[in-house]
Each structure stands twice: as C-alpha cells, then as structure tokens.
C-alpha cells in the first residue's frame, strides 16, 4: 500500500480575497455550475455537518448497548439496525464519522503545510533543495506506508492521531514532488518573468503568482489524499489496530465479522465510505476542471508565451565559442548608459553548451533609443534577457560585460540584480496580456511594484498607480485599476504593463517587441508613449522586427545575424546605406516597401541554429557576395570611424559604392 498521487497537472489556482473575480467570473459560481462537482460539494458538506452535530441529531448514544437487539434489521426505532451489541448503526456512523473525518483532517494539515511549500520552493528555486525534494520523493515511493504505520502504532498503541499524522509526513514529498512540476510551468510565465523583471522577491512572487497557479494541482492532490485517508482510517479499524471507539473503519471490521449472519450490517458504513470517496473524487474533477478553464487562454488568444529551459549548463568550453582573432572589443563609451562589450551568452543545447549570442557589444547613452533588429532566432531577446539577468535555466554569460551605471552587470550577484531590475532597468513585454497575472486586478499588480520600489503605504502606492495609468493615458484609470487582465484589450494591457515598468522610474527600459501583438492603431499609440519616455530622458532598448518602428523611434540600431551583430549605425545610415549584405537584404524584404501586384523579395534561405553556425561569416550561405575568403575565419566586426558606424563584412564599403577589397 503505497501513497496515491493524482495524475491531475492541469494548470491550477482559485484564490479568494477582495481580488477575486467576481460572478460571472466567479470560482465557486462557475465550479456550481458543474452538476456532478455541486452535487458532491452538497453531499460533503452535509455529511460533514451531520457528523458534526452528532452529539444533538443522533438518536441514541453511539456506544449504548442493548444485547436485547443485536443485529437487527432497519425498523422505527433504529432506522439503519442494529449492531452485535445491540448499538444504533446510524447513531455510531453519525459519531464515528467524527474520528475519520479527524483522520483525515490530521493527515491533511501534516501532508498540506509541508508538501506545498517545498513543492512550490523546490520548483522556483532548483539547486540543492530541489535535488532533496526530488530525492525524499523517490524514498519514500519505495517505502510500504503500512509497515511505517504498523511501526507508528505500536509506539503509540491504538493512537490513530498518530498514524494519520505519519501518513501525512509520508506523503507530504509526493505532494511537493507535483507541486513542484507545476511550479516549474508556472515560473515560465511571462507575467512571473515581468515581476521578476520589476525586481519583486522570490518570496513574494512565490505567495503572490505561483500560490494560485498551483491551488488547484494542490486541491486535487489534497481531495486524493484525503480519499486515501479515509481507506486508510478504514483498513486499520478492520485490521484492529485503530482506536476502539465508534469510527467508520471499526464498523466495517465489526460488519465483516457478522457478513454471514447479517451481511446488512456492512451496508451503512460502506455505503458511507464508497459515497464519501466518490464524492471527494467528482468534487476534485470540478475543481481541477473550474481551475483549468480560468486559466485557460482565451479563445481569441494564443497560449502564453514561455521562455524554454534546457536545464544543466556547465561552465565548459562552448561549441561555438568565438577566437579571440576575432574580438574586437573598443573601451566602453564614457557617456554611455549602458555599454556591452564583447558578450557571449550560451544554453545548453542538445546536451551541450553551445554559444547562442557571441561578441555582442553597443553602447546606449540615456534620452537614446538602441533599436535591436534581426530575423526570428537571430539572438535579440538573449541579448535583452542577459542584461536583466534573466537568461533561461541553464543559461549563463559566458565572457564579456554588461557596464550599466558603472556596474558590470554580466558578473553582479542576486541581490545587486534585484536592486536593479524595476528600479534602474524596466522591461516591457511583447505579450501585454500574458505578463499580467490573470488571478489580480491591474491596479493591484502595478500598486505591488510601486510599494515595492517606494516603500510607500497601500493609499499612496493606489494613488500612484493611478497617476501612472493617467501617465500612459489609459482612459478612465479607476475602472482599469479594478480590471482583471482578461477585461482589458490588448492595447490598455501593454499600457498597463508600461506603467509597471515605470513605476520604479528606470533609467533604461527595455521594449521587446512592445507592439507586435497589436493592431497598428494603437501600435502607434504605444510608440507615441515610447517616444514621451525618450524625451524625458529615459533610455530605451527596442527589439524589433519592424523597420518602421526603428526608423520612427530609434537613434540608432544594431542588426543581429545569427547571434552576432553584423551592424550598427545611426538608423537613417542604416536604412539608406546598409554596408552589410544581410542588413541590405533585410530591409529589401520590408513589407513597408512591398510594391502592389509583385512579390515580396526576401533573403532566401534561413537563419542557421547555433549548433550550425558555419566558420567563417554566419551570413555566408545567404549572401549574395559571398566569395572562399568569406568562409575562411571568423569575421571581426570593424568599425568605420569616420562614418561612426561598425559592420562585421570582409568588404564593408563594397555596398555604399566604396572600395571593393577581399
Ligand atoms: N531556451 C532556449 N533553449 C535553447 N535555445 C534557445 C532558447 N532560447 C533561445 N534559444 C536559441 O537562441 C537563439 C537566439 O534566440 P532569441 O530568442 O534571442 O532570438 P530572437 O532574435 O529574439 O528571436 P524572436 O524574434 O523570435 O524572439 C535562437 O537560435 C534560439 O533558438
């Protein structure tokens, strides 16, 4: 006999509080409305009610015996029979509910307490106490729970307290186990990624977004367990070993030892113990369904986006580590902002780790705009999560620096990182939507991050909030505040979102993709917001795939291949001279400058995977110039002085009319 664990991982969560949502969105309206789920939520209670209130309801005392009327039948005066000793059925199931429902309240407020928060710890956190977790989990798979009873008892002789709260104990590392997976889902969220980005604490996001996320993968596993408590509580009053006073386990043994003469006696108790299981089970169902539809997308919407994880990089050479032959890293521009200088980033692929951004350098002085743009896959949110410090599991900075405000953010610690995300780096997402927490209004997550950086009281981070969605212009400010994510369009969410990013009022705000989810009116009217943020001085890092944006919003931009920059210049430079042939190809396959009736020209082919990256220039299979020298070494980013730009091309000048040399 070994510990159940539920196989339900379905997404989770139910929380109740002011923030709830309220009818028709409600939780307990809608698990109501599940007619198997309100049945049984109906049944359960009255049981328990009934068992609750046994001492005033039940007709007899539970232990009074009259040998005069042993096992009997059901009659007037004893609506379910009698016992061998002549004791009311229904007056002892009335009472001995009292004990298995104890049972069962003792093993869940062991197996509960400690299962959720080391699932949900081991989850977010990984390292040692994940391992542990994971390890107590796999013992205690292997370990017969009745011999651990058995052993229980006999200390405690008869104590079914005892047993029950070691059952807990011994089930609570399956419970955090599952816990534990769901977490993991969970931390993957952009709206955990946006606080982790708005500098909240682990502590805080782990009670305020993953805590109702994983609700309900823990109510399904308490209703399981609970189930399980009650066969349990069962089989040691029919093995004898629990207590001696009315309970439903000790009524089956008293039943199972008279089935042949009176097999009636087993009806009650177990008609009592199968209902009450089947009723935990079909409430277990709704809630786990209730649960799985909150969270669910709406259907107009794509699935959040996650960021994927491979786990276990090591610090070991990468696959595609750059020579140095091919760095060249200038001093960081004094005035910058934000200065990268030679940045590698790698994940581990495939098992291996394997270089996916390399030699990444630009400066950003504040009041700029740096626009990052490039193919799908060409490395531009690695460059964007690197400085935030929130590259994917296993990712690490391998060489280079990341100077922001004089600190060197590609070797800073947790706390300094912290300090600064929110604070001195704001992130604004490319899924409004999704970086919200479905289960708070927008009021109440942007009034987090304002208390958080301000420290300032509930009424003034409120009113802050306020003044900041007035900032952003989202109309009628109040009614945004009491909005859940869901209630709001894509265009107020991503205004939402800059508003968080603002509250902290960061020196850089890093934009990824901040319009692409939305249509191209209110795309201009984030990038009018976007353009206000410049003018007071903030700086911001665009990624784009837009050449419109750039060419409206940024000073200046770098072009991104396959994990490299191939360019960077002044934005106008680059869209009329481009010096690189990928840069040129890219803006010849702008859709802005489609002409009617004839196809779109496109740079043919695709962006290699980094495990593919070819020696020699990345872009070579692609390039209409290519020639053998190309595809000889590395190529070293240059930068042309004179006209205050860099390109990593063999021949940079060829394409603005200038000497072609190999
Ligand atoms: N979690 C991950 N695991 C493995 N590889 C990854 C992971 N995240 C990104 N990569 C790889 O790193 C490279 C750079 O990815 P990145 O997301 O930075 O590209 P991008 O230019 O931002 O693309 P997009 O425009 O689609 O967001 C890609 O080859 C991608 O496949």
Same mark, same amino acid.
């Given at each position: ?67 005069? %009327? ?95 709260? %070691? ?85 089956? %043994? ?347 020209? %496109? ?60």
């Amino acid at each position: 006999m070994n510990t159940p664990t539920a196989q339900h991982t379905a997404p989770a969560g139910g929380r109740k509080g002011p923030r709830r949502s309220t009818a028709p969105h409600g939780f307990t309206a809608r698990l109501l409305r599940k007619k198997a789920a309100a049945a049984s939520a109906g049944y359960l209670l009255l049981v328990v009610l009934v068992t609750l209130l046994a001492s005033p309801l039940a007709p007899y005392d539970p232990d009074e015996q009259d040998l005069t %009327a042993a096992l009997q039948g059901p009659s007037g005066a004893h609506w379910l029979g009698t016992g061998e000793l002549g004791r009311d059925v229904l007056s002892r199931l009335m009472h001995g509910g009292q004990i298995t429902l104890l049972g069962v309240l003792i093993t869940l407020a062991v197996y509960l307490p400690l299962g959720v928060p080391a699932g949900m710890i081991a989850g977010y956190k990984g390292g040692w106490f994940d391992r542990l977790v994971l390890k107590s989990a796999d013992l205690i798979s292997a370990v017969p729970v009745i011999i651990v009873l058995l052993v229980v008892l006999s200390v405690f002789t008869n104590n079914e307290s005892a047993a029950m709260a %070691a059952n807990g104990l011994l089930g609570a590392p399956l419970l955090a186990r599952v816990v534990r997976s769901a977490t993991l889902g969970v931390k993957e969220e952009l709206y955990v990624r946006a606080a982790v980005a708005g500098g909240i604490r682990d502590r805080v996001i782990i009670r305020r977004h993953v805590l109702p996320r994983v609700t309900g993968v823990v109510l399904v596993q308490a209703s399981v367990f609970g189930a399980y408590a009650v066969l349990l509580e069962t089989g040691l009053g029919f093995l004898g070993l629990g207590t001696t006073k009315a309970s439903w386990g000790s009524m089956i %043994a008293e039943a199972s030892k008279n089935i042949g003469t009176d097999p009636w006696l087993l009806v009650p108790s177990g008609f009592m113990i199968i209902s009450f299981i089947l009723a935990l089970g079909l409430l277990s169902d709704g809630l786990r369904d209730t649960l799985a539809e909150r969270y669910a997308p709406p259907a107009d919407k794509p699935p959040s986006r996650r960021m994927g994880r491979p786990r276990g990089a090591a610090p070991e050479p990468l696959r595609t580590e750059v020579p140095d032959t091919a760095r060249v890293i200038e001093d960081p521009d004094p005035d910058a902002l934000l200065s990268v200088r030679g940045l590698t980033v790698s994940l581990t692929i495939e098992g291996t780790p394997t270089a996916v951004i390399r030699d990444v350098s630009f400066d950003l002085r504040s009041g700029e705009v740096l626009g990052i743009v490039g193919e799908t896959g060409c490395g531009k949110t690695i460059t964007a999560t690197s400085l935030l410090g929130m590259l994917p599991a296993g990712g690490r900075i391998a060489s280079g620096t990341i100077l922001f405000e004089g600190t060197d953010l590609a070797r800073a610690d947790a706390a300094t990182m912290r300090r600064i995300r929110g604070r001195r780096i704001g992130w604004i997402s490319q899924d409004p939507i999704s970086s919200l927490d479905p289960s708070f209004t927008a009021g109440a997550q942007v009034a987090e991050v304002v208390r958080l950086h301000t420290g300032c009281s509930r009424k003034q981070a409120r009113e802050r909030t306020l003044e900041l969605f007035a900032k952003v212009r989202l109309p009628d400010p109040g009614r945004v505040a009491g909005s859940y994510p869901h209630q709001l369009s894509g265009g107020m969410a991503q205004r939402v979102g800059i508003a968080a990013a603002l509250a902290g009022d960061p020196a850089l705000v890093i934009a990824d993709e901040p319009t692409t989810a939305l249509d191209v009116t209110v795309q201009a009217e984030i990038l009018d917001l976007l353009r206000e943020l410049q003018a007071a001085g903030t700086a911001v890092v665009l990624i784009t795939h837009d050449w419109g944006v750039l060419a409206d919003l940024c000073d200046r931009a770098v072009v991104m291949y396959a994990g490299e920059v191939v360019e960077e210049a002044e934005v106008t430079d680059l869209v009329t001279t481009p010096t690189h042939p990928y840069t040129a190809g890219l803006l010849g396959s702008d859709p802005h400058h489609a002409l009617p009736g004839q196809p779109l020209p %496109a740079v043919e082919g695709a962006v290699p995977p980094p495990t593919q990256w070819p020696v020699g220039c990345h872009f070579q299979n692609r390039c209409p110039r290519v020639t053998d020298a190309c595809k000889e070494k590395p190529v070293v980013i240059s930068r042309l002085v004179e006209l205050e730009r860099s390109t990593r091309c063999i021949r940079p000048l060829e394409l603005i009319g200038g000497p072609a040399h190999d």
